[in-house]
Nanobody, 116 residues
Framework: QVQLVESGGGLVQAGGSLKLSCAVS????????FNWFRQTPEKQRQLVAS???????NYADSVKGRFTISRDNAASTVYLQMNSLKSEDTAIYYC??????????WGQGTQVTVSS
């Protein structure tokens, strides 16, 4: 079992920044990859960024150069730094992990709203 709790969402003007946090607890040593997804009512859930247990990162093309995923092992927290935000970044952002077993766990989501 893994528990994920997101925080840091909110309302920001276009061009601004937000930093999302995901507190991870439980069976953390079995985690293979940490992800941030986002979803809007109009679109399917989209993978935004990921970081593997070895520290390799990957980003959706739409956020490359603007978003940075990082991990603080000591604090068991995964972050998503979002800069140069655009109105199309408005979504509910979800923290997700996949275990080496293939099981997946999700946080409850945090709303990010970018006003133009």
């Amino acid at each position: 079992q893994v528990q994920l709790v997101e925080s840091g969402g909110g309302l920001v003007q276009a061009g601004g920044s937000l930093k999302l946090s995901c507190a991870v607890s439980g069976n953390t040593f079995s985690i293979n990859v940490f992800n941030w997804f986002r979803q809007t009512p109009e679109k399917q859930r989209q993978l935004v960024a990921s970081i593997s247990s070895e520290g390799r990162t990957n980003y959706a093309d739409s956020v490359k150069g603007r978003f940075t995923i990082s991990r603080d092992n000591a604090a068991s927290t995964v972050y998503l730094q979002m800069n140069s935000l655009k109105s199309e970044d408005t979504a509910i952002y979800y923290c997700n992990v996949f275990l080496r077993s293939g099981h997946a766990y999700w946080g409850q989501g945090t709303q990010v709203t970018v006003s133009s």
